[in-house]
């Protein structure tokens, strides 16, 4: 799972059926597989949304009150 979610984070355009077929094989049952795609993906989207609007992370993220 991590593995596909790292490999769809860095490189998306490499995601092939195979990725699908992997997390199948381990026991990931289709509606768990479009759950991890969607988490992973919703995660990159606002992440690049608020990179794209020059968002700050909150102070409590760096563990300091910068």
């Known amino acids: 799972m991590l593995e596909y979610a ?4 860095r490189t998306p355009s490499a995601m092939r059926a195979g990725d699908v077929e992997a ?3 381990v026991g990931f049952s289709d509606a768990d ?3 991890i795609a969607e988490v992973t993906s919703y995660y990159a989207y606002v992440n690049r949304i608020a990179d794209g609007l ?3 992370l909150e ?3 760096w563990g300091t009150d910068r």
């Open 6 to 9: 790292d490999k769809l984070t």
């Open 23 to 25: 997390l199948r094989g």
């Open 33 to 35: 597989v479009l759950h």
């Open 54 to 56: 020059g968002v700050d």
């Open 59 to 61: 102070p409590w993220i």
